[in-house]
């Protein structure tokens, strides 16, 4: 739920009026009734008033995800191969390096977007 939203006095008024209409005045003996029927109202009135958040990728993701996307595939056939022989050594250490090489190029990847950025906006690179 995009409960930032909820930060401007309006859409929080009216989503605590919403809510209120939904809930009932009397909730069921049951425990597991009364919190489905709780959670339904709280969803009902997010989805009413303040809606869903969309989520937003990093720069650094979205101008290097086939490469990301290609090195996963990779890490993902050399685990499959591994999994099927267990007790081969080398299969192991080839998924292992695999791994390794996914979370460094990431890494490497966002690092030098960063870099990038604050190379272009002096104020970016005090706050690193």
């Known amino acids: 739920m995009n409960t930032q939203a909820l930060q401007d006095p309006i859409k929080r008024d009216c989503f605590q009026m919403t809510l209120k209409d939904h809930l009932l005045s009397e909730f069921p003996y049951n425990i597991e009734e009364h919190w489905t029927k709780l959670k339904t109202s709280i969803i009902s009135a997010c989805e009413q008033t303040i809606g869903y958040q969309t989520k ?13 996307e290609r090195m996963i595939d990779k890490k993902r056939k050399d685990f499959q191969i591994w999994q099927k022989d267990r007790n081969c050594a080398t299969k192991k250490k ?4 695999a791994k390794i090489e996914v ?3 990431t890494r490497e990847l966002k690092k030098h977007l960063v ?8 104020a970016l690179s005090r706050h690193s």
């Not at 870099?115 to 002096?122: F, V």
């Open 56 to 68: 937003k990728h990093q720069d650094w993701f979205d101008e290097n995800y086939s490469e990301i």
């Open 94 to 97: 080839t998924y292992a390096n």
């Open 103 to 105: 979370q460094r190029r």
């Open 115 to 122: 870099d990038k950025k604050s190379s272009r906006d002096p």
